[in-house]
């Protein structure tokens, strides 16, 4: 069962203020964290009690009406959400979608201590191999600045070093082809499991036609406090997943890999993360080097 999260931040729609069409709303019971406000509630829906999630946008970053389209389309490909119906609070757009009971492989791997590691992240990697090699004609998937390389603009304290990786990262850049359907956020967050079975992908704003090595990398990106994908065996039993039925590029995952870690190590440096950002660095440097 997932845990209850309490409230972390204040949200730019109030619920309450709703004029639902197909719910009828009863009480919030978890925030889960996400870039958009995102809230576990409680209500009725076609008179049976329900829980649903309900997600309302943050700020121009948001795709509501692309996750919608990809999640109609998904319903018989993949376990996703089902869409209950959508809207606007405001000027800010929302949707309700049902709730999808499954753990976060974050609280497997802590209260689980004979889970076999490797086995989930083997699946984990076979799963986003599955949804590159569906034959979908979708639009482009919508790109984030972390998709490409920093800009030096965007911050004031660069290091000699950090302008190295940047001018390595400009000059080494690869041709990148916009011929696979990827999901675009696919990390261990959005993925719900039961039993090494999975049993939710969530979170399909970004999907589309896509950068498949960039799809890889930002599922292999160790984040802060995460407690797997940071051995060398992770990333292969996830690698090997993937390669059992799909293929990638080597030079271009580890171009990608290096552009998001240092993406990473440059949103965390303020906050002093010692170890997280000395282990990116290490990383960083050895796949320069490699």
């Known amino acids: 069962m997932a ?35 995102v809230f576990e509630c409680i209500g009725t829906y076609k008179n ?31 376990p996703v959400p089902t869409v209950l119906e959508s809207g606007k609070i405001n000027e800010y757009t929302y949707i309700v979608l049902s709730k999808i009971e499954g753990e976060k492989l974050s609280d497997i791997f802590k209260e689980d201590l004979k889970a076999d590691q490797n086995k989930y992240l083997y699946l984990y990697g076979k799963a986003l191999a599955q949804i590159h090699k569906l034959d979908i004609d979708w639009k482009t998937a919508k790109m984030r600045p972390i998709n490409d390389y920093p800009k030096t603009d965007c911050y004031s304290d660069l290091n000699d070093w950090e302008l190295e990786v ?51 990398a930002w599922a292999l990106i160790l984040r802060p406090g995460q407690q797997f994908m940071n051995k060398k065996e992770h990333l292969e039993s996830f690698l090997k997943g993937y390669k059992s ?23 965390n440096k303020k906050q002093n993360k010692k170890d997280y950002l000395n282990y990116l660095k290490e990383i960083i440097k050895k796949l320069i080097n490699y």
């Open 3 to 37: 845990k209850i999260q309490e409230k972390w931040r204040e949200s730019l729609t109030d619920i309450n203020d709703v004029n639902f069409k197909n719910i009828k709303f009863e009480k919030i019971i978890s925030y889960p964290p996400a870039g958009n406000d």
């Open 48 to 78: 049976q009690k329900i829980n649903f999630i309900f997600k309302s946008e943050r700020g121009k970053f948001a795709n509501f009406s692309n996750e919608v389209d990809v999640l109609n389309a998904m319903n018989d490909k993949f």
């Open 166 to 216: 940047i001018d390595y990262l400009k000059e080494t850049k690869p041709m990148i082809n916009y011929n696979t359907f990827i999901h675009g956020d696919f990390h261990y967050g959005n993925i719900l499991w039961d039993n090494y079975e999975i049993t939710g992908i969530l979170d399909w704003e970004y999907a589309g036609k896509g950068f498949k090595e960039q799809d890889i």
């Open 245 to 267: 039925i799909g293929n990638y590029d080597e030079n271009k995952l580890k171009w990608c890999l290096i552009n998001g870690m240092m993406h990473f190590y440059l949103m």
